[in-house]
């Protein structure tokens, strides 16, 4: 039997494995399986809490996509892998604390037993760093996506994003443009493509297609995404609201040469047991 934490961030679901102690186990068709809303458990992602590689990091956590595929980084997921620590008696509310992804360490602060910020790290640009095929750096790229011309912005919190500004999100474009967006061969490992609507210069709304999962209710990196595209472009202020499917996260980044951080909440459903391994 397989113990597990059903747990999200804003709606965007997990399971949590303790893998402190125990080797995580699970091969690509063991994670689609446990995945199944129907059949199984059903995640947006997978989670494993790990004994840490990097000496300076006090634990490690792996993320898996529905579909098996492996992520380098989950904003929300970081926020309920504290909490999951906190809970555990394994970390101190109020103390910072850094835990290792797989594209970094990054930096955690319990506010409470259910609030959680982050240090993100610094957004990259660079096209080589997202990976995102351009010649030059740019805050605007023109691609075509399923025949339609759209402006993006390509930045990595850790993994691929795809940002598009939209004068509003109830429409059938982004329905139709975010999987071929996902997909784009532009993008040499996939991106999460963002679609968002500026209210203020202090207030984004935003809906992400995850590549490897779908549609997600909320999306912690995307939400650093959009932030960081709209503030390289002068758009947003250092401190930003966005509001996703559902629910908030508070961004702050102060520009270039600075850590991005991002303040939500984390939440337990349920423990459970599952018999698939």
């Known amino acids: 039997m397989l113990r597990f934490s059903k747990m999200h961030g804003l709606g965007n679901d997990f399971v949590v494995l303790d893998c402190r102690t125990t080797p995580f186990v699970l091969d690509e068709a063991g994670i689609r399986a446990l995945a199944d809303r129907r059949t199984g458990v059903g995640f947006d992602q ?50 910072p604390v850094r835990l290792e992804s797989p594209s970094g360490p990054v ?68 329905d139709r443009l975010g999987p071929a967006l996902t997909t784009h061969p532009r993008f040499a490992e996939g991106a ?44 947003v202020d250092e401190q930003v609201r966005v509001d996703l499917p559902g629910g908030s996260l508070r961004i702050a980044w102060p520009g270039p040469g600075h850590a991005l951080w991002m303040t939500g909440p984390a939440a337990f459903a349920f423990e459970g047991e599952w018999p698939g391994v």
């Open 107 to 174: 930096t955690v602060r319990l506010l409470s037993a259910h609030e959680v910020t982050v240090e993100m790290g610094e957004p990259q640009f660079a096209p080589d760093r997202i990976p995102f095929a351009a010649d030059t750096e740019s805050t605007r790229y023109m691609i075509d996506v399923d025949g339609t011309l759209l402006e993006i912005g390509a930045v990595s919190m850790g993994n691929p994003h795809a940002v598009a500004l939209v004068n509003e999100l109830a429409n059938s474009t982004a």
């Open 192 to 235: 999460n493509a963002g679609f968002v609507e500026r209210l203020s210069r202090q207030h984004l709304k935003l809906r992400v297609h995850e590549r490897g999962v779908g549609w997600t209710l909320a999306c912690g990196t995307g939400a650093c995404a959009a932030v960081a595209v709209l503030r390289q472009r002068g758009e």
């Open 46 to 95: 997978l989670l494993s809490v790990e004994p840490a590689r990097d000496p300076s990091c006090a634990f490690y956590y792996g993320i898996w996509n529905t579909d098996g595929s492996p992520a380098r980084q989950c904003g929300n997921g970081v926020r309920c892998v504290a909490a999951w620590l906190f809970r555990a008696g394994a970390l101190t509310a109020d103390e």
